[in-house]
């Protein structure tokens, strides 16, 4: 098969322009082409449109803004020959036979033959599409149904043709999977497939079950969110997010090509909503649905779904839920709430019973396995937890006799289930200390193993099969095999403190004795927030300077030691690395990063400054004072694994991981491969530093802000205490520093602001409001 180093994207709306922009993402040039716009200064101003949206979508489409180059945009009426030089051809155009049969004409008339053709349709039947087609055409067609936005949802539907082989299936597959940073999901080629069966049920449900039970639009978000192991956007604030008029697209859509299925009825739409979609409240992009802002200070209004007024969004209170919410565990909170016999546990009990027995029902329609629908539901709608791993968490058998008790049947392949004696759907199958899990196959009958999926390294599963080295309330050591140590760091949001120190010394001594290679990552919700604020803030108000100075000091030396470890140590940051949680980073030999990595140095925002070594490793990296400057002192943040190379956060020889679930054992790979040939090194004595000269530039530039009205005094004297580090501590003439006299510099500034009322303050805001404050 060969590679895939140029794709055409036919269709410039929503969809089209962002597989186009994430197509860029990993750095795979595209062809984007769409229709001819009237009375336009440019033929391709269609598709020049989609590439601008992408640009300004929040979030961004694109990693960096310098991935426009990799998209030329184009039209179908003048550069659709232009599709012989590409490899795959993305089709992404409107939910219309007809629109998308045209277009396949002209394809066929020139494509070079053996050239691979997906839909991104969400719906229609690949065999309609694809009628009539030539035999070596629909051999190499099939559906990629990529979810919106293609960046941030993991998900990629992969649906055959009534032709295609099997080849093609899986090399795409591979293909979405490691270049794209795709979960892929195999779907047979039913309305909908997977994601929007299921998923269409549930907001349908969530919709019926609204009036049902005559609850508001807020009582239904705060029910449908994170309480149930759901985005925080919940339910109706993600029908503004997608769309009102998509939303009911889909589900009439679903309603027509489902005549068979017993919940047919389900996938009508509420009347109110008819009629939002009838006064053009559409959400978003319309400025209202659900919800709207009003106002200068863009107060949030919610709709009455009884009268259609809005009125200053509420915040529902639930007594019941005040405790149950303050469960870690999603399994806790649901057996919890399923109990409760009020409004909001009846409510969720009715959406979440009909959720699972209605995904029983599907297999084998929609799959042949459960595994794939609970992966579709995570990777395409971000949920916890998919129907059949739910019904584990609620207690499949009691979960399963409850709705019996209640007059409600269950699907046969559920009864069979009961009367073969399963307790889940899942079970673990540890084998000489390796993971295995199996999984009920409800099309045949008993359990089947899981295949083991390569590259794909579960830390949870990991512990579970081997325990660990050593482990703390903070952080784990974990072995992975083939000589590589993992450090895992596992608290609250990760904060850096003693407990994560504890472990990482640990680990450097277990490296230098037993280990070949050490990596540091984990895969909670980010990789860490940074130190622990709560700590610092506590110690500076009680004046604990001795304690407080000894703390920085430790990490300090923690992150040294990292830097000129015995053996090679590997950070694989993803999410938030901010803080400390950006200076382990920079310590390590290498950096193996995800693509979504949002990392800085961000002790500014609460008056203080990087004194983990941040300061010291970036003056080291650039030469560019100025850019190192307003790196730290604005508190800049990479959008991605991308922008922080830009930002010397990351290096050369430092990788990145598009699928964040290879991001563990791609760490291990680039670890083992600096074994040969590594060499600790030691600290540096030789840092050219810019001394009074240096000062002077950055207090000019801290001055020109301040007049310019963008930072208060009290930024200004911050900013003087990073540059009195950046610049080598005002030394004159060319000096040359170490390594520990940039750490005894950071160190000193942050204990001398600690001191200050105004950082004390401003840690203070920043905990109770998680925002800034300006003073």
Not at 192 to 220: K, W, Y
Not at 341 to 353: T, V
Not at 725 to 753: H, K, M, T
Request: aromatic residues 8%.
């Amino acid at each position: 098969m060969k590679p895939i180093r140029r794709v055409a994207v036919l269709g410039a709306g929503t969809m089209g322009s962002r597989i186009a922009a994430h197509l860029a993402n990993a750095q795979v040039p595209s062809l984007l082409l769409d229709i001819v716009l009237p009375n336009q200064k440019n033929r391709d101003q269609a598709a020049r449109n989609g590439v601008d949206a992408g640009l300004k979508s929040r979030p961004g489409a694109f990693f960096v803004a310098e991935g426009t180059r990799l998209i030329t945009t184009g039209t179908f009426d003048d550069d659709i020959a232009k599709i012989k030089d590409c490899d795959w051809i993305i089709e992404a155009v409107s939910e219309d036979i007809a629109i998308k049969r045209a277009l396949y004409d002209k394809v066929i008339a020139h494509r070079t033959p053996g050239t691979i053709v997906s839909t991104n349709t969400s719906g229609i039947p690949l065999a309609h599409i694809a009628e009539g087609y030539p035999k070596e055409f629909r051999q190499h067609f099939l559906g990629t149904h990529f979810f919106n936005p293609p960046r941030y949802l993991h998900l990629a539907e992969i649906i055959p043709g009534p032709a295609t082989k099997p080849e093609i299936l899986a090399f795409i597959s591979d293909f979405c999977d490691r270049h794209l940073g795709k979960g892929v999901v195999p779907c047979k080629d039913t309305p909908n497939f997977i994601g929007n069966r299921i998923g269409t049920f549930f907001g349908s449900t969530v919709q019926s079950l609204t009036v049902q039970h005559d609850l508001t639009i807020e009582e239904v978000d705060a029910l449908t969110g994170p309480l149930i192991g759901l985005p925080k956007s919940a339910s109706y604030r993600l029908l503004d997010i997608v769309g009102v008029d998509v939303w009911a697209h889909v589900t009439k859509n679903l309603y027509d090509a489902t005549e068979h299925d017993p919940y047919r009825e389900r996938f009508k739409m509420e009347p109110f909503i008819m009629e939002m979609i009838e006064r053009g409240w559409l959400g978003d992009k319309r400025g209202q649905g659900f919800f709207k802002r009003v106002g200068k200070d863009r107060e949030i209004h919610a709709i009455d779904r009884k009268t259609l007024e809005y009125h200053v969004a509420d915040k529902p209170r639930f007594t019941s839920l005040e405790t149950i919410r303050k469960f870690e565990s999603l399994s806790e909170r649901l057996k919890a709430v399923i109990t409760l016999d009020d409004k909001a546990g009846r409510f969720i009990w009715q959406l979440l019973s009909d959720h699972i027995v209605y995904a029983a029902t599907m297999v084998p329609e929609i799959s042949d396995r459960i595994v794939e629908i609970d992966r579709a539901m995570r990777w395409g709608y971000a949920n916890a937890a998919g129907p059949f791993e739910l019904w584990d968490a609620m207690g499949f058998v009691e979960t399963a006799r409850r709705i019996e008790a209640e007059g409600r049947a269950l699907p046969e392949n559920v009864l069979r289930m009961l009367s073969a004696g399963a307790q889940s759907f899942y079970q673990y199958a540890d084998r000489d200390r390796n993971p295995g899990t199996e999984y009920f196959d409800l099309a045949g009958s008993g359990y089947k193993e899981l295949e083991p999926r390569p590259g794909v390294t579960v830390l949870a599963d990991l512990k579970r099969a081997r325990g660990v080295v050593r482990k703390n309330s903070g952080a784990s050591l974990i072995d992975l095999g083939d000589g590589v140590l993992c450090c895992e760091f596992h608290g609250k949001m990760n904060a850096i403190g003693d407990d994560i120190g504890q472990i990482l010394t640990t680990g450097l001594t277990e490296l230098e004795t037993n280990f070949e290679a050490m990596v540091i990552g984990n895969q909670g919700d980010n990789f860490s927030a940074g130190a622990n604020l709560m700590m610092v803030l506590l110690a500076a108000q009680e004046q604990e300077w001795d304690e407080l100075d000894a703390a920085i000091n430790r990490f300090q030396q923690i992150n040294m030691a990292l830097k000129y470890a015995p053996k090679p140590v590997v950070a694989a940051p993803f999410g938030m690395a901010l803080g400390g949680g950006c200076e382990i980073p920079l310590h390590c030999t290498r950096v193996q990063a995800s693509a979504e990595l949002y990392m800085g140095l961000v002790e500014v925002g609460v008056g203080l400054i990087p004194a983990g070594g941040g300061c010291k490793e970036l003056l080291i990296r650039s030469r560019d004072l100025r850019k190192v400057f307003e790196q730290i002192g604005f508190a800049k943040v990479s959008g991605s694994a991308a922008e922080a190379r830009a930002f010397r956060f990351l290096r050369d020889g430092d990788g990145i991981s598009m699928n964040g679930e290879r991001l563990i054992d791609d760490a291990k790979q680039l670890a083992l491969s600096l074994v040969p040939g590594y060499s600790a090194g030691a600290p540096r004595t030789d840092i050219t530093v810019s001394g009074e000269e240096g000062f002077a530039l950055m207090k000019m530039g801290l001055w020109t802000a301040q007049q310019g009205g963008y930072i208060s005094a009290y930024d200004v004297f911050v900013g003087e205490k990073l540059a009195h580090i950046l610049s080598g501590g005002r030394l004159s003439g060319n000096p040359q520093v170490s390594e520990q006299y940039l750490l005894d510099l950071e160190r000193e500034a942050f204990l001398s602001l600690c001191g200050r009322a105004e950082t004390q303050a401003r840690m203070q805001h920043m905990l109770k409001t998680g925002k800034p404050l300006r003073n």
